[in-house]
């Protein structure tokens, strides 16, 4: 599994994010007409973290998750229940070693419907960065 995969399997099986969206966790893109409320992540960069002697086996990556509702209130909740899912978390997801993650901010923005409707979309967006250990090249 890869940390996409790892990260996605962690918040769907957090119990107070699946109290809110189920199992709606996906890597962007999200698919065509999926129900409001939802959270949806990209990897926005990866580092690899090497020594004087070469890979050190640990990696640096930053992901942006946006946390999507038609209700103010319930967008808030949501984002403080992924927060409180990942911030300073460690552990393993699969086979993969995460060493920690890091909840860098919280950010909070109203879109208009894609649809042309009225209705407001609610966003809590969450850059994160995650810790985890990789294989080193031989």
Not at 8 to 31: C, E, F, M, T
Not at 62 to 82: I, K, N, R, W
Request: glycine share 8%; net charge negative.
């Amino acid at each position: 599994m890869s940390v996409k995969g790892g990260l996605a399997a962690h918040l769907k099986a957090d119990a107070a994010v699946s109290a809110i969206v189920g199992n709606r966790v996906y890597i962007a893109p999200v698919p065509q007409a999926k129900p409001l409320p939802f959270v949806v992540f990209r990897r926005e960069g990866t580092d690899h973290i090497r020594s004087l002697a070469g890979p050190s086996g640990l990696r640096r990556s930053e992901f942006d998750l946006m946390c999507y509702s038609t209700d103010s209130a319930e967008v808030e909740q949501l984002g403080e229940a992924v927060r409180l899912a990942l911030d300073g978390w460690s552990g393993v997801w699969s086979s993969i070693r995460v060493t920690n993650v890091f909840v860098e901010e919280m950010d909070d923005a109203e879109i208009a419907d894609q649809e042309g409707g009225e209705e407001v979309i609610f966003q809590v967006e969450i850059p994160i960065v995650v810790w985890h250990v990789e294989s080193v090249p031989s």
